[in-house]
């Protein structure tokens, strides 16, 4: 009897304007395609997208064959799960509709066979500075998003594409946005005081892959991006290990 397994990505960054983008979906679709049949879930754990702006009756071009795929991987009745990362905040229901994905909001605290896993992108988790409480206010604010849809599409993703490259190159660092701090880093303390007992802690965002021990015994592992590393976690019911997708 085949292990059901179960996979963690994050931070694949589709369509980033400032590297080459059809390597990045060719490296995702390479992946997609080397899951095998026992495959039981993906959880896409936030930025899949670089930046995702959704219309009610208009999605954006591109990424047509990862669409498409995970389409084909539901359709073979694999669940799939998604969190909004900050780069893809505004999906309003094509997924869930159209692909059949679950979006999920995080922390999510799950049992999968056994272990209790807490999910989530990982952005605005613990201690988050002032400044980015603002924007993730005004990102999520209704009315904002309302007065962002009526602008003309050509406007819309030009300021989104343009805000998503200035993100990343902000605070240092061509490659990323953050400087993963270790313990000291808000989402570590954020995992070491959970209130709840979670086996493994699996979060996105910071583009930085590392596993750490928790005081509670428990670990978290911090998946990396696309861009760089393509890494993933995969757990089988007993093991949960963490590992580089190698582009065959
Ligand atoms: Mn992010």
């Not at 490659?175 to 993963?180: D, G, L, R, V």
């Not at 313990?183 to 007992?197: H, L, V």
Request: hydrophobic share 40%.
């Amino acid at each position: 009897m085949l292990k059901n397994l179960y996979y963690f990505v994050s931070d694949v960054h589709l369509g980033l304007r400032a590297s080459d983008a059809s390597q990045v979906e060719k490296r995702f679709m390479g992946f997609l395609n080397s899951l095998p049949e026992n495959t039981r879930a993906l959880y896409l754990l936030g930025d899949i997208f670089d930046f995702w702006y959704e219309y009610k009756y208009v999605i954006p071009r591109g990424h047509t064959r990862v669409l498409g795929k995970l389409a084909e991987l539901r359709d073979k009745g694999i669940d799939i799960y998604f969190f909004r990362g900050n780069h893809d905040i505004w999906a309003y229901g094509y997924f869930e509709k159209e692909l059949g994905i679950k979006v999920l909001q995080q922390p999510y605290v799950v049992d999968i066979e056994g272990q209790t896993f807490c999910l989530g992108h990982g952005d605005g988790l613990g201690y988050t500075p002032l400044g980015f409480r603002i924007i993730r206010w005004i990102f999520n604010n209704r009315v904002i998003q309302a007065l962002f849809s009526s602008l003309h599409p050509r406007i819309a993703f030009s300021l989104g594409y343009n805000w998503s490259k200035h993100s990343r190159l902000a605070s240092g660092g061509k490659k990323s946005q953050y400087i993963f701090r270790g313990e000291d880093e808000p989402i570590y303390k954020y995992a070491s005081s959970f209130p709840e007992k979670v086996d493994h802690f699996i979060f996105g965002h910071f583009h930085t892959p590392v596993r750490m021990e928790l005081p509670s015994g428990g670990d978290m592992i911090v998946l990396g991006d696309w861009v760089n590393g393509c890494e993933y976690a995969l757990y089988d019911g007993e093991q949960l290990t963490f590992s580089r997708y190698e582009v065959v």
